[in-house]
């Protein structure tokens, strides 16, 4: 198959890297994508998910035609990053990029937006067939996955579809992902001086503390996780706290363990409240849905194989956390998430090795190439 062009993938990379492109404000990094994509020749469409999300574009779907009668392949790389990305110093050591440590790197996902436009012109460039493609570039994954829960799916056809938005070295295929659902908890107590009469007050503060203490949390097992992440409440010292908040999260890949789960934390809450004459409030949000991709899927089949013509050793797992992956799924798209290259994505000392973003564009054209037989 023709190889890709490393100076241009780089200099693409490098490209993207510069851009401020944070949840919801992704404009920047959507104009110079469209750009690339009408340069690319493809019809592209906006959708509204930034209307409905308060963003500043929506998710954007472009469409190749095919050059053989294969069925439509789907690519997707989200445009947003995590924050601080202003005023990035970047960073080459060897075959690495970094930041200079004070923002992020915003490989996560900018890696797979390079490697998916080096595909796309290594396949102009040398003609080679390919089915028709859909390139999907999606706003607001890292605030929950929320550019591709409002996605308008009308405007996917393709069955199957590859996701490059995963750290770790390039060949590793996720193939199942966990639900999550997210837990508003609001204590109520009963106010009351601390001082003159605190017998006639009810401590949200301590109701929260107890329960939350008789949660379990962390991992929990294989496919379950569970975690208190922000709690709020309280004026002052003075004041026995009738108000506290909690925000939690739990995540499973088995539906039944995901509900016991949130079950099992609402009772803690509830009973600890119920013993002091407090109450809780509870509101659950799903935020994205469970995926497990056949192990005989076309997708797993063509990833796999594709990994191993590029020399990287395909490894097929599960994973934690959510993505653009679910929700394809969710309607129909048999999709995978592929590992980029990039380590330590969030942080700032996230990073990005060159070679393997290289490798990561070549299992690109690789997987296009297999699609283009079927
Ligand atoms: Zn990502």
């Known amino acids: 198959m023709p190889a890709v062009n490393r100076e241009r993938l780089l200099a693409t990379f490098v490209d993207l890297l510069g851009v401020n492109a944070t949840s919801r404000k992704e404009k920047p990094m959507a104009e110079m994508v469209l750009a690339a994509m009408h340069e690319l020749g493809a019809t592209v469409h906006l959708d509204d998910a930034g209307v409905q999300i308060g963003g500043e574009v929506g998710n954007l779907i472009a469409d190749f035609p095919g050059t053989v009668d294969a069925p439509p392949l789907l690519f997707c790389a989200h445009f947003d990053t995590v924050q601080p990305t202003e005023g990035l110093v970047l960073r080459q050591t060897g075959e690495k990029f970094t930041s200079d440590g004070t923002t992020i790197l915003g490989a996560d996902d900018r890696a797979g937006i390079a490697a998916i436009l080096e595909m796309l012109h290594t396949l102009r460039d040398s003609g080679m067939p390919h089915p028709p493609l859909q390139c999907v570039f999606t706003i607001a994954e890292e605030i929950g996955v929320m550019g591709s829960m409002v996605l308008d799916y009308s405007l996917i056809t393709a069955p199957y ?14 193939v199942s992902a966990p639900a999550q659902q997210h837990i508003d908890f609001v204590v109520h107590g009963k106010a009351a001086h601390a001082g003159m009469n605190p017998e006639t007050g009810v401590s949200a503060i301590t109701v929260a503390a107890k329960g939350i203490a008789r949660m379990k949390l962390g991992r929990l097992d294989d496919e379950t996780t569970a975690n208190v992440g922000i709690i709020s409440g309280g004026h002052a010292t003075n004041i026995v706290a009738d108000r506290v908040e909690i925000e939690a999260e739990a995540r499973s890949r088995n539906p039944q363990k995901l ?39 076309p997708t797993v089949r063509m990833a796999t194989q594709a990994a191993e013509t590029v020399g990287a050793p395909p490894v097929v797992m599960a994973t934690g956390g959510g993505s653009d992956a679910n929700f394809f799924n969710q309607h129909g798209v048999q999709a995978a998430i592929l590992s980029t290259g990039y380590e330590n994505p969030h942080g700032t000392n996230e990073s990005q090795d060159i070679a393997q973003l290289v490798t990561l564009a070549q299992w690109l054209v690789e997987i296009v190439a297999l699609g283009a037989q079927a």
């Open 161 to 174: 579809g590859f996701v490059p938005d995963s750290s770790g070295p390039v060949g590793r295929i996720i």
């Open 259 to 297: 509900a016991d789960q949130v079950a099992h934390m609402r009772a803690c809450l509830e009973e600890e409240a119920a013993a002091v004459g407090a109450t809780v409030e509870c509101t659950l949000t799903d935020t994205f849905p469970a995926f497990t991709l056949a192990a005989d899927s």
